[in-house]
């Protein structure tokens, strides 16, 4: 185990090297790219600019702040909440306790987003675009980013959910792009719309103990639990699109791969069609549905 004040500092290289080793035995996935985010954090450096210096030795401060975040991180909480940064599409975004921390599963939602608002049947028209549980913004800013004409909504029942989706969108010159609006699922918004995009709940209630405990102990268990099937608040949703989304609307939903035929079944239970749609692994991650 590292420790504080025992030798002098080491270069970035050897406090890299060892902190692997420390990440991997305690079974944390992808250690050398953690341990190379986590300096990089304590040095503010782009990734460039750090293998350039990684021969050079940290200073006393540099190398115990490294060791304070090292420790966290081998006691389980989530990297991003220890940088309080995620990256997500091309956004860097900010993320704090009591905010999922955004996958890159869901980039697939934004890549889906895009294709749809961008066919011939849309693309001339102004459209209403809705980020449904928004969390830390991360769809609705992704989408406002790329589709400026497109105006855009975004939902949670969390009011610290919120507050960091709005400081992300004025950090990211978005503010006046994106209407956050705090409520359950489509309630709030106004109107009709045209897509919505959602990363519900989608775990099983039953499933939720065997997490690992980065998520279990850490992130919000109302933004992962989604009751006895993880389809709660998938199957409320769904419930309401017959009625708010316009003619040719669209929606696409985040899944876990095996609620595919379920959440296909309640899409035709509204008068959807629907397909699945793989993400990079091959799993079936979303489905989209069309009015």
Request: charged content about 25%.
């Amino acid at each position: 185990m590292l420790r504080h004040g025992t030798t002098a500092a080491p270069t970035a290289a050897v406090a890299m090297q060892r902190a692997v080793v420390q990440l991997r035995a305690a079974g944390i996935e992808e250690p050398q790219l953690e341990a190379e985010l986590l300096l990089r954090h304590v040095l503010g450096l782009d990734k460039t600019c750090f293998y350039l210096r990684l021969p050079e030795a940290l200073s006393a401060r540099q190398y115990e702040r490294f060791l304070d975040l090292l420790g966290q991180r081998l006691k389980r909480r989530p990297l991003a909440y220890i940088t309080g940064h995620r990256e997500f599409y091309d956004l860097d975004l900010h993320v704090a306790p009591g905010v999922l921390i955004p996958r890159p599963e869901t980039e697939l939602l934004v890549e889906w987003a895009l294709r749809l608002a961008r066919t011939p049947e849309r693309s001339g028209h102004a459209l209403t675009f809705v980020d449904v549980g928004t969390g830390s913004g991360a769809i609705a800013l992704a989408v406002a980013k790329h589709l400026p004409r497109v105006e855009v909504f975004a939902t949670d029942r969390s009011p610290a959910a919120l507050a960091v989706a709005g400081y992300n969108a004025r950090r990211l010159r978005l503010a006046g792009r994106v209407r956050f609006l705090q409520g359950d699922l489509l309630e709030p918004v106004p109107g009709q719309v045209d897509l919505v995009a959602a990363n519900l709940p989608y775990v099983p209630t039953a499933v939720w103990e065997t997490l690992a405990p980065e998520v279990r102990d850490h992130e919000p268990r109302a933004a992962l639990d989604g009751g006895r099937d993880g389809l709660e608040q998938i199957r409320r949703l769904i419930g309401q699109l017959r009625a708010r989304l316009r003619r040719s609307g669209a929606a696409v939903l985040e899944i876990d791969p095996s609620q595919a035929a379920a959440v296909m079944e309640l899409a035709a239970a509204v008068g959807c069609t629907a397909a699945v749609c793989p993400d990079l692994a091959g799993l079936d991650r979303a489905v989209v549905m069309e009015m």
